[in-house]
């Protein structure tokens, strides 16, 4: 039973308040118990540091992965900032002290981290109010790639030139007001892009939008202990670098569950697109037949001259409406990947025209983009050997060869027919698929001796 998306939107809501509710008790305790003050752990802070670097870069490739194949501005956007946020961390934090500089970080790599922070922030906080679509994606992507390399340079430049200094005496330090607000401003950032995904979320109901706002709810707890903790430097580790790697880490699962789920809703569409287009070359053909023959009979054509070519153009149209609807429920993703594949071999071979052998190699392991294309280039190739082949047997093997996985359609056909359209455009759609997972597809074909097409899939 589905939920609804009030009762999702109700029982989201339920467990973001009970969340600030933890939070918030805990951030009391900390301040009444003084642990925000963090301990002295150089090794630990170049970890915590390095870790979010590399998570928030992470997330940044998820999140432009999922723009190239949805193009929605806000996953542009939040590819930005999280990229700005995980490049800045590792060139004003990490570097500087891997770099072999005993004292640490200094004011200006200091300033530097908080404004590259404070820059990703302000990207992800414009995000969730953004509803465009891009169309051209990949200029988009290197383009914005680009700004926000300049952006940080610029960062840099300009927090060199100002010269601005930072108060890292410890707790008995009298900190600049300046870093108080600037912390303070990243936590405001945090909060408006939280209440934007969850704004998102309750209109829209998309996961990505809760594992969004439920992620940076906790880095507005951890941008608020920065405000309230004294300010160390940088060889100590705080409570709120714990939340805020924590919180990377919901980010990373929640933007790669979102991928899976648009890189599904892709592929629905594209075979929904290809059905369409296989209705319309085989089916529509079929009816148009049927349709010329009741005309026919309606001249007063002969029954018996008629009757066995409407009987047969009323199998084949049954055939192929059969076929179009298994081919796009098992390619769908509702059933694992070799019950799908053999349960659309068993149907395709029910009738006997055609006797199809099967070799899946269980220990050939395919990822979800490549299961997608596999089935369907299996699914074409056995299409072709069908319609256009005059096969009575073929082969489908997906296999292992010199360390290399390999798939393999194979018949004992008349071969292939260039001129043949429907082939033709077949062998067009094979090569674009194998081309979309990386793959290489190769044929082999002699008159009278059958057909041979081979994906060498990327390696693993």
């Not at 963090?38 to 928030?56: E, F, M, Q």
């Not at 070799?338 to 052998?357: K, N, Q, S, T, W």
């Not at 069908?386 to 292992?400: D, E, K, L, P, T």
Request: glycine fraction near 10%; aromatic fraction near 6%.
């Amino acid at each position: 039973m589905k939920t609804r998306p009030s009762e999702r939107y109700r029982s989201w809501l339920i467990g973001e308040l009970l969340l600030v509710c933890v939070l918030g008790i805990g951030t009391i305790l900390l301040v009444l118990t003084g642990r925000l003050d963090g301990y002295a752990l150089p090794n630990a802070r170049i970890a915590l540091d390095t870790s979010v670097a590399i998570t928030a870069t992470m997330v940044a490739v998820l999140a432009a992965t999922r723009f190239l194949v949805e193009g929605r501005a806000m996953d542009l956007l939040l590819a930005a900032g999280f990229f700005a946020t995980g490049a800045g961390t590792f060139a004003f934090a990490v570097a500087p002290v891997l770099s072999g500089d005993e004292k640490g970080l200094g004011s200006i790599e200091t300033w530097a981290a908080v404004g590259a922070s404070l820059f990703g922030a302000a990207l992800i906080a414009v995000a969730p109010f953004v509803t465009r679509k891009t169309a051209r994606r990949k200029r988009a992507l290197v383009v914005t790639v680009v700004l926000v390399l300049v952006s940080l340079l610029g960062i840099w430049s300009d927090v060199h030139f100002l010269g601005l200094e930072i108060d890292a005496s410890g707790p008995d330090g009298v900190r600049s007001p300046t870093i108080v607000g600037a912390y303070g401003l990243l936590a405001v950032l945090s909060l408006v892009a939280t209440v934007g995904f969850g704004l998102r979320f309750r209109r829209y109901g998309r996961d990505l939008d809760s594992w969004l706002a439920l992620a940076l709810t906790l880095v507005v707890f951890a941008d608020l202990h920065y405000v309230l903790a004294p300010l160390r430097t940088s060889e100590y580790v705080l409570p709120s670098d714990l939340l805020r790697l924590l919180a990377f880490g919901v980010l990373l699962a929640g933007v790669s569950r979102a991928i899976g789920h648009a890189e599904f809703g892709r592929a629905v569409a594209e075979e929904r697109a290809r059905v369409a287009r296989d209705i319309h070359d085989g089916l529509a053909q079929y009816l148009f037949a049927i349709s010329a023959q009741i005309s026919m009979l309606e001249s007063g054509a002969a029954l018996d001259a008629i009757l066995p070519r409407l009987k047969f153009a009323s199998t084949a149209a049954q055939q192929e409406a059969q076929f179009a609807v298994l081919a796009l429920s098992s390619a769908s993703g509702s059933a694992p990947f070799d019950a799908a594949l053999r349960r659309y071999v068993d149907f395709l071979v029910a009738d006997g025209e055609l006797d199809v052998e099967m070799e899946v190699d269980p220990d050939v392991a395919l990822g979800p983009d490549e299961e997608i294309e596999v089935f369907r280039i299996v699914q074409e190739g056995l299409a072709n050997v069908r319609r256009h082949a005059g096969a009575r047997n073929a082969i489908v093997s997906i296999v292992q060869r010199n360390g290399r996985r390999v798939v393999v359609v194979s018949d004992d056909g008349t071969g292939l027919v260039t001129d043949e359209p429907g082939a033709g455009q077949g062998l067009k759609n094979m090569r674009s698929r194998a081309a979309s997972i990386e793959g290489v597809l190769s044929l082999r074909s002699s008159p009278g001796k059958g057909t041979s097409i081979e994906v060498v899939l990327r390696p693993i």
